[in-house]
DNA sequence: CATAGTCATGGCATGTCGTGTCATCACTAT
DNA sequence: ATAGTGATGACACGACATGCCATGACTATG
């Protein structure tokens, strides 16, 4: 007991992920994914604020790639130009280091369960504030700035959506720009 | 004690955002809110799945008011012509019937706590679904319907947010324009 | 080597949320 | 009248989440 369980906070990830995936997200209590993974339950809530946090660990940073992505790069750039040719690489950036098949796996689980797909609305939410921020920061004005925030966080995520779809094939970036691509086709259409 | 209580949902409605500003969403608990009301715990959630549905009944119908909205437009608009001829009306018809003084109040306490906040971006998420089959059923292809469906959402809800920032003047449809107006000034500038 | 300090954890108590279940009472239809 | 319907009351209960204190393991310092 003492101090020190080594990835205590993985182990705690994993076996809630399996159990998630075994049995549903509401199914599974607490304590049943802190007996699979050696741990008490109050040591959980450590770890996460609630039941929920445990399948977001690690996206914390989102928000801070996102504002350090935006500050790299060229001033002159426009919103809509910053969009266009930054959000493939940043999208690519951002899911980094994780397996296709474990953002799969984990799709699965917030897909079927309401609680989840709200908290997964969150952090589109965090990242669409994030970039209105980065936005004014480069001078553009506060309705602009959160218009283009919100137009470059909606095409991600229809985007990465779209990914995980076709398993990951075509590659995130080339999924975005097709989605730009249809965005920038769409607005065309407006502009008689 | 037996049946009928008329308007116990509306008192629980009103109970309930009465404390909720008085001493914030968590604080209060729901026997608070049901004592005030003259009703119990348990018919509480009777009428409402969880505490915070109190605050967003009457919302069911909106997805439905969207597929209406749609089908009733010209079947010649296309996406982009339906949003910048239609949003404007249809958001008026959201509102209706709501003071303005009722929804600064209510959007005062969602503010202020993350779990409202979350349960609004949800709302809006249903718009967007109702929005996108509705482009489909209009025969618009499944990614462009879904660009239009969050596009359009997303201005509906910057401009809602933007008229209660200044207290309802100059009126919804006017703000919607305007921000269908901004919208389409910044996309403009990806047409090069 | 000893001692104090730090920190993740265990264990316990507690409050709130949300649900299942059954009884009761008011009103309605026949 | 009598049976049915539907909202409510009352109670039990499990899960979530947090506060509090104790403990044991590791670290730093002398």
Chains 1, 2 share one sequence.
């Not at 796996?105 to 908290?119: F, G, K, M, N």
């Not at 959506?161 to 080339?174: E, F, I, K, S, Y």
Request: charged share 25%; hydrophobic share 45%.
């Amino acid at each position: 007991m003492g101090r020190w369980q080594p990835g205590a906070r993985e182990r705690l990830e994993q076996a809630a992920l399996d159990l998630f995936l075994e049995q549903g997200f509401t199914e599974t209590t607490v304590p049943q994914i802190t007996a699979r993974a050696g741990l008490t339950t109050r040591t959980f809530f450590r770890h996460f604020a609630d039941k929920r946090e445990v399948l977001f660990a690690g996206e914390e940073s989102v928000p801070e790639q996102v504002a350090r992505f935006m500050a790299e790069a060229p001033p002159s750039l426009g919103p809509m130009e910053l969009i266009t040719e930054g959000l493939a690489p940043a999208a690519a950036e951002i899911f980094e280091g994780r397996s296709l098949d474990y953002l799969l796996r984990r799709r699965a689980v917030i897909d079927a369960e309401p609680a989840l797909r709200e908290r997964e609305l969150r952090k589109f939410s965090l990242m669409a504030e994030a970039l209105e921020q980065g936005f004014r920061d480069r001078g553009v004005d506060d309705l602009t700035a959160q218009l283009a925030a919100e137009l470059a966080v909606t095409t991600f995520r229809i985007a990465a959506t779209r990914w995980l779809n076709q398993h990951g094939d075509p590659d995130l970036p080339a999924t975005v720009n097709q989605t730009l691509a249809a965005m920038r086709h769409l607005t065309n259409t407006l502009s008689t």
